[in-house]
């Protein structure tokens, strides 16, 4: 089950939609399952798309590049994530999205889901809740920029990355340590830094003993030592925020 619909944040009246919805959607994903290598554009800026998608494996990001070269990663799409469901009401997809490793995905042609969308409450439940949930993050994120250190920013994503993958089940809610695809100038588009000043702070986060990242592997050294240091903008991203020593959102 994707990490969106295991947040404890809906109105109980809708687990049960959400959780039918995306069974059903599953079901109609089915035998679609392709593989795509990383650092290749699923979905291009700036054009009409016919497709949703479910990651199954790797990581891919929303992505805006710029006329001088520079790029913003708007969000990092997870294993499990149901993606481009914008497909279905947008003629243009404003952002690309971009695989930051190899990936396996599902999908389904945007008629196809909308008419099931059209024709059933639970898939229409599940696709609304999906948009719902990505402004969410979004929102957050813009928050994390805008009013963020370089600090706060990478305690707040390690730790995000940590608690979307404990929820959607991808790691256990115990583990300290996963595997994260992204490098350092990937990363540093998504915070919104240079590479240069990621460095930096991933080496001062290994020399206080909070976080290390070795070979694509994050290892969070003292979730509350790293917590406590985002800790003015947990609360803009709690509901996805897991640390692991804390089972609770």
């Not at 290598?37 to 016919?50: F, N, S, V, Y």
């Not at 914008?86 to 909308?114: G, K, N, P």
């Not at 059209?118 to 599940?126: E, G, H, K, L, N």
């Not at 609304?128 to 994390?144: D, F």
Request: charged letters at 25%; aromatic letters at 8%.
């Amino acid at each position: 089950m994707s990490d969106s619909v295991s947040l404890p944040i809906q109105r109980p009246e809708f687990v049960l939609p959400l959780e039918r919805g995306d069974a059903k959607i599953s079901s109609l994903l089915r035998g679609s399952a392709f593989a795509l290598e990383g650092g290749r554009t699923l979905i291009e800026t700036d054009t009409d798309h016919a497709f949703v998608y479910r990651l199954v494996e790797g990581w891919a990001g929303l992505a805006r590049g710029m006329a001088d070269g520079r790029r913003q990663f708007a969000l990092i799409f997870l294993p499990g994530d149901l993606f481009s469901v914008d497909s279905m009401f947008v003629t243009v997809h404003t952002h690309a999205v971009q695989t930051l490793s190899r990936i396996v995905a599902e999908r389904i042609d945007r008629r196809d889901l909308y008419r099931a969308y059209a024709q059933d409450s639970d898939i229409a439940t599940r696709c609304t809740w999906q948009i719902v949930e990505e402004t969410r993050r979004l929102r957050s994120w813009v928050v994390t920029l805008g009013q963020g250190s370089a600090e706060q920013r990478l305690a707040t994503i390690l730790l995000d990355f940590q608690g979307r993958l404990a929820i959607s089940g991808f790691v256990a809610k115990s583990s300290l340590s996963y595997q994260m695809p992204l490098t350092q100038v990937q990363l540093a588009d998504h915070l919104g830094l240079t590479a240069v000043h990621v460095n930096r702070v991933l080496r001062s986060f290994r020399e206080e003993g909070l976080a290390f990242i070795r070979e694509g592997r994050v290892t969070i050294a003292d979730p509350d030592g790293l917590a406590e240091r985002a800790a003015s903008l947990l609360q803009t991203c709690k509901t996805s925020l897991r640390p692991a020593s804390n089972d609770t959102a």
